[in-house]
């Protein structure tokens, strides 16, 4: 059964490297050699960005949080954030309450929400009143909510990106072919992949000799950023549940009765992991350049 290679245009004939390479999501010059893509301006992928073509057998996808990989889902619980001295459920809650910073109300709303999908439906009554440039902020925010969870979730998340190796990963998605990919008929994903390629991103980051400065989140270059009303600072690791890790039942529930996650403090393992994957060469599947900081 032939394989249909819809996301690269080439003239001339295709050589199997770089019918292998689009089937990974990659992309190759005309000898099929690898090359490191970028992530197009904002605006550009507003609706004028190709979309990509992975093979499900070769990529890490994602869909649900249970799965293997389902902790690099933005809805995935367990991955708790701390910003300004507030704590937030998920990257996805943090990631809405962003859309929304002249309405502190709004935010509390979002992050008040026990479930990272209910966060998300709190939002949509009000996306019409979603900050006006927020089509072209939102990769940079992505990107900052990213950073966050690595940051405060040093060894689970940073192991579990470190786990992907060096395969592309796609977050698998039935309506959403701009942050995921959509199933085709043929069994490959299809979609411009924004938030597997910032993952992909970090994981690139993650194994660089400067991976100890991801412990500290500054912030993105977008203009009134804030929270509750307040600016957002500086996000370095949550003292308050790096201790959790250090004594498990010490904040098993908050001051209102909820029940805590628990994040673990960074360990060895991942620092020796990390230095020893920077003698890797590059991924050459990352679409999004640590530089790039144009709108969406």
């Not at 701390?82 to 002249?102: D, S």
């Amino acid at each position: 059964m032939k394989t249909r290679i819809k996301t690269h245009q080439m003239p001339g004939d295709v050589t199997k490297q770089e019918k292998q390479a689009m089937l990974e999501g990659r992309d190759t010059d005309r000898g099929g050699r690898p090359l490191v893509s970028t992530l197009p301006a904002e605006d550009e992928l507003m609706g004028h960005a190709e979309a990509r073509t992975y093979s499900r057998g070769e990529c890490i996808s994602f869909r649900k949080t249970d799965e293997r990989f389902g902790g690099l889902s933005n809805m995935a619980p367990g991955f708790p954030l701390e910003v300004n001295g507030v704590r937030i459920r998920t990257a996805e809650a943090l990631y809405q309450a962003c859309r929304f910073p002249h309405l502190p109300k709004v935010q509390r709303l979002i992050i008040d929400e026990g479930s990272p999908m209910t966060a998300k439906m709190k939002s949509k009554p009000y996306r019409k009143d979603s900050r006006p440039d927020w089509d072209a902020v939102r990769v940079r925010v992505m990107r900052w909510c990213l950073r966050v969870k690595l940051a405060q979730n040093w060894e689970k998340f940073g192991n579990l990106l470190l786990a992907t190796g060096d395969r592309a990963i796609v977050e698998d998605s039935r309506k959403d072919d701009f942050w995921g990919a959509k199933p085709a008929d043929d069994g490959m994903l299809i979609g411009e992949n924004v938030l597997g390629r910032l993952l992909m991103e970090l994981r690139e980051q993650l194994r660089g000799p400067d991976c100890e400065s991801l412990k500290t989140v500054s912030l993105p270059s977008i203009q009134n950023f804030l929270f509750y009303a307040e600016p957002i600072g500086v996000v370095e690791p949550s003292h308050r549940l790096a201790r959790a890790e250090r004594n498990p039942f010490s904040l098993q529930r908050d001051g209102k009765g909820e029940r805590c996650d628990v994040v673990a403090s960074p360990p060895p393992p991942l620092l020796i992991e990390a230095a020893a994957a920077a003698e890797r060469q590059p991924d050459p599947r990352i679409g999004i350049p640590p530089s790039e900081q144009g709108p969406t």
